[in-house]
């Protein structure tokens, strides 16, 4: 099992940035997609951005045009880089393998980010 472990999340000003990294424990070479996943207090975890081993890439209609995801093989990592950032983005931020995501155990802690008005 993948172990995740996000970073770089904090305190950010409305219209601010900051970029998100999550490390994995082994390869990803082989992983078709990975992805990055936002939880707001009090409401479900949803998907936001996807990239492929290729490098294709995928958003969530809220984050298109202000984040942008990337993934770096050599390094088994994958970054969220967030840009003009709103208050409504204020989320723990978590990444996963797109294809496990439905297992409870395939989860990291995740990353608080918290963007003040």
């Known amino acids: 099992q993948l172990q995740l472990k996000e970073s770089g999340g904090g305190l950010v000003q409305a219209g601010g940035s900051t970029r998100l990294s999550c490390a994995a424990s082994?390869?990803?070479?082989?992983?078709?997609?990975m992805g990055w996943y936002r939880q707001a207090p009090g409401k479900q975890r949803l998907f936001i951005a996807s990239v492929t081993r290729g490098g294709d890439t995928l958003y969530d209609y809220s984050v298109k045009g202000r984040f942008t995801i990337s993934r770096d093989n050599a390094k088994n990592t994958i970054y969220l880089q967030m840009n003009s950032l709103k208050p409504e983005d204020t989320a723990v931020y978590y990444c996963?393998?797109?294809?496990?995501?439905?297992?409870?155990?395939?989860w990291g802690q995740g990353t608080q980010v918290t963007v003040s008005s």
């Open positions: 996963n393998d797109v294809s496990t995501t439905w297992k409870s155990d395939s």
């Open positions: 082994g390869s990803i070479l082989n992983i078709d997609r």
